[in-house]
């Protein structure tokens, strides 16, 4: 089964020639913790004869210190080669190993199966044609397996090998495997696997790995080395359509011009139309160029230089197509992330975003649901945790060129980056938007109410919850009456509360007594009725904000304990806050920002509350503030303290 060729030994040249044109396959394994991942790689090696004696060496003294089986050898170390995996006999991050038979080269990937390294699976399955998810054949299909399960058909691997290993410990029982085949199908009915298998193994022992095994003559079925050398990926890559993401611009000297990159998808030829994106221009291929000289065609995914007739304007980032066939352009679109950062994502946050060869800023707009990876149903959140999965809507500073991930997995993916740390913090697959679809949903775009078959026929709006906005939103509504004299710097604060919000996030709305007038209240003057039905209204619209999500920051002189109390009745308790912003009489009179003292001297104001009519102290705010000797921006850190104590906000 190993590489070894007759024609080593005779042609050489012959040889190479061969294993060059061979295909590759790049594949996964993956499942729950102690599945047997590591260990049915190791098996692969050792019986395809692809381990060196020195190799083996090691590996046998290394299994009586480090490995599993009692001394014997351990497989598992031939992938496991990090210290702290060794020592706890885990995986934690993706191993990658090659090696060929005499019909294909293979790539493989160990990927981790502890929930905490789910990130590293995504990692090592984004490249990936084909998934072998192992369940062991005691345990049966668990949280890990299903959530394994989704990624892979959430990243659009097609070919997927569930292999029921440890056989040996149920006493190579068909019934029981057929009970975890069958498990394992009710299940997998809502992903997206199209060519799915099951063997049964021991991984351990080699049973159905390279050769059939004599404990099971009842399976019938192909071994997993058989199975990869003949598994059909001819039509997973995409041919139609051509991308070709501009990678660099090479202009060695004054007669050449070439746009080196991987074609990402499609065919291009010698004489071929083209269209550069973004400035639509159009030419014809001259030359694809290679380090082997120059090629008739390209295809996917080699890396060539391609030459133009005409100069053309274009660089890095830039993306070439056919002019009939063009990508979709908009730097606003839906995508299915997967985050992999232990801070959370908060939408509205400015990350950096990587697509194909292109590099923007932009942020998450709104994080639309999150999907229970045990039960494929969506539910509202106000941010993504480490390795959670949801829809989100993202909005770039720049356009990109971009494909549905289902259709072209090179261009419909991105990846997001800390704009501080520089480091990837998340994964995103491009979705069709529900005005663009044709066809049926995705089941993790489902409804958790929604049964599967009835998606077509269903007719029926659901009404957006509270709970849908405050988990959208990531904030807990409420209202804050923000009382004090005029010139105490409730509005300042106000404003200040609403970018600090902003920036985190998070909406706000100010309603400030003096904008109130020039409106909602602008047949209203100054007597204390007037004051009175001021605020009431203000009430009235602070409460319609709340039962829409937003946190709404009353800005308002309120002189009267009275009059306020019945604020917050109109409001609701437990969605009031009163703070007090409290400053001497003669310091406000010196700030008089808005000339209202001034005013109330000439006998424009008489009612003016601390010029001529009383300012009642608030008895019990929840929040008082000496805006003296305290700035703007510690009154501002005081109030955001304070909703979070009331778990306004995170």
């Not at 060929?100 to 699976?121: C, L, V, W």
């Not at 300012?615 to 850190?637: F, G, H, K, M």
């Amino acid at each position: 089964m190993s590489h070894q060729s007759d024609l080593i030994a005779t042609d050489i040249e012959a040889y190479l020639a061969q294993h060059e044109r061979k295909e590759l396959l790049r594949f996964i394994t993956c499942g729950s913790v102690d599945d047997g991942k590591s260990t049915l790689i190791g098996r692969l090696l050792f019986d395809s004869k692809m381990l060196y004696e020195d190799q083996l060496a090691q590996l046998e003294s290394e299994s009586v210190t480090h490995g599993t089986t009692g001394g014997k050898f351990d497989p598992a170390l031939v992938t496991d080669g990090l210290k702290a995996e060794r020592e706890q006999g885990i995986t934690i991050d993706v191993a990658y190993r090659y090696f060929s038979t005499a019909k294909r080269k293979f790539i493989i990937a160990d990927t981790p199966g502890h929930e905490q390294y789910t990130r590293n699976m995504a990692t090592g399955a984004s490249t990936a044609d084909l998934a072998i998810i192992l369940i062991d054949a005691r345990h049966g299909v668990m949280t890990q397996t299903k959530r394994h399960s989704f990624i892979v058909s959430l990243l659009g691997i097609r070919h997927v090998v569930v292999t029921v290993n440890k056989m040996d410990l149920v006493d190579f029982s068909e019934q029981r495997f057929e009970e975890i085949c069958n498990a394992y199908q009710d299940f997998s009915r809502r992903l997206e696997l199209p060519d799915l298998h099951f063997i049964p193994i021991s991984a351990l022992n080699g049973d159905n790995v390279v050769e059939p095994s004599a404990n099971m003559r009842w399976y019938r079925g192909s071994t997993l080395m058989n199975l990869l050398e003949t598994v059909y990926i001819g039509s997973d890559r995409n041919f139609e359509d051509f991308r070709f993401p501009v990678q660099f611009v090479n202009r060695p000297n004054l007669d050449f011009r070439g746009f080196c990159g991987t074609v990402a998808s499609g065919i291009i030829r010698q004489g071929d139309e083209i269209m550069v994106l973004p400035n639509r221009r159009t030419s014809r291929i001259k030359r694809i160029v290679t380090m082997d000289g120059e090629l008739d065609e390209a295809f996917t995914p080699q890396s060539v230089t391609l030459t133009l007739e005409d100069e053309v304007d274009c660089s890095r980032g830039d993306m070439i197509v056919r002019p009939g066939n063009v990508p979709r352009v908009s730097n606003d679109f839906d995508a299915m992330l997967v985050w992999m950062s232990p801070e959370a994502m908060v939408p509205g946050k400015s990350y950096l975003f990587k697509h194909t060869t292109l590099l923007t800023s932009g942020q998450i707009e709104s994080l639309r649901y999150k999907v229970d990876v045990n039960t494929l149903h969506r539910s509202p959140s106000p941010d993504l945790q480490l390795n959670e999965i949801g829809r989100c809507t993202i909005t770039l500073s720049q356009p990109i060129f971009y494909d549905p991930y289902r259709r072209n997995r090179s261009t419909g993916a991105f990846i997001i980056i800390d704009r501080i740390s520089n480091i990837t913090v998340g994964a995103g697959m491009i979705t069709a938007r529900e005005s663009e679809k044709k066809s049926k949903p995705a089941p993790w775009e489902l409804d958790a109410s929604t049964e599967v078959g009835s998606v077509e026929t269903s007719q029926s709006v659901r009404a957006v919850t509270p709970d849908e906005r405050q988990a959208r939103l990531g904030q807990r509504p409420l209202t804050l009456l923000l009382t004090g004299l005029s010139g105490a710097g409730k509005t300042s604060i106000a404003r200040g509360v609403e970018r600090a919000l902003f920036d985190a996030g998070r909406l706000s709305v100010v309603l400030d007594g003096e904008e109130l007038r020039r409106g909602l209240s602008r047949d209203l003057g100054y007597t204390a009725d007037e004051r009175s039905e001021n605020l009431r209204r203000a009430s009235h619209l602070a409460r319609l904000l709340n039962e829409n999500g937003f946190i709404c920051l009353l800005s308002l002189i309120a002189p009267n304990n009275e009059v306020r109390e019945r604020a917050a009745d109109l409001i609701g308790r437990e969605k009031f806050l009163l703070v007090h912003c409290d400053a001497p009489l003669d310091v406000c009179r010196a700030r008089d920002p808005r000339g209202h003292y001034a005013k109330a001297d000439e006998g424009l104001l008489p009612q003016l509350p601390g010029a001529g009519t009383l300012y009642e102290v608030p008895v019990q705010a929840d929040l008082t503030l000496d805006t003296n000797s305290t700035s703007i921006a510690d009154c501002v850190v005081a109030v955001l303290e304070l909703l979070h104590q009331r778990k306004a906000i995170r």
